[in-house]
């Protein structure tokens, strides 16, 4: 094949490349043109649940900024509780018992009781009833894994302050006005009212 006839050659190659690959291009970008569209109309209409969460947050929001989380808590008696039974349960009774207060502790009144309803004990309040799983610092750094990302952080779990991991029972802890130190894992009873409670609570008669 002469050069001449080549070149016509490539000539019509390039035509025919060009007839057929430009009704392709034109039909590509008209299929992105629907996806991009369709994407716009998802986004601009969300669905209804999508809805409703946004619609949550935002009345959450409004309510925390007009009723916000106190800052001008300067003493609490959890942590009193807490510093307290840290001394009690490990032997150093003449601590827990020094620890002072400098605030006015409310005194509170509660009745232990059985699950049946039974009276096991009443007792008055030093302060406040506090949570056996309540704790001066957390268990650990991160509440939960962190993988992927440019990082991953292993969790680390922390000791308490008396060098022991785990979890403490489900349950109560209170002190009495004369130092009493009391755990409880039942149903109790408590208010800052005093009250008499008679035993059993729980009065039945049998149906025939």
Do not use: H
Request: charged fraction near 20%; aromatic fraction near 14%.
């Amino acid at each position: 094949m002469k050069y001449a006839t080549k070149k016509k050659f490539v000539r019509a190659a390039a035509r025919v490349i060009c007839f057929v690959s430009t009704p392709l291009i034109v039909l590509g970008l008209c299929f992105g043109l629907c996806a991009c569209e369709a994407s716009a109309s998802w986004w601009d209409e969300p669905s209804g649940s999508y809805a409703d969460t946004q619609n949550t947050q935002e009345a959450a929001n409004r309510l925390q900024t007009n009723q916000p989380t106190p800052t001008d808590i300067d003493y609490s008696l959890e942590r009193y509780n807490l510093t307290r039974r840290a001394y009690w349960v490990n032997g150093q009774r003449e601590k827990a018992n020094a620890l002072t207060c400098p605030i006015v502790k409310p005194l509170g009144y509660v009745v232990l009781l059985t699950e049946s309803g039974s009276v096991v004990a009443k007792f008055t309040v030093d302060g406040k009833v506090s949570s056996l799983n309540s704790f001066l610092t957390p268990d650990s750094e991160y509440y939960e894994l962190v993988y992927g990302g440019d990082y991953t952080k292993e969790n680390e779990w922390l000791a308490d302050v008396d060098g022991s991991y785990g979890e403490n029972d489900n349950g109560i802890f209170f002190f009495t006005p004369d130092g009493k130190y009391v755990e409880w894992s039942g149903i109790y009873l408590y208010s800052d009212i005093p009250f008499e409670v008679s035993a059993p609570v729980v009065n039945y008669t049998e149906v025939e």
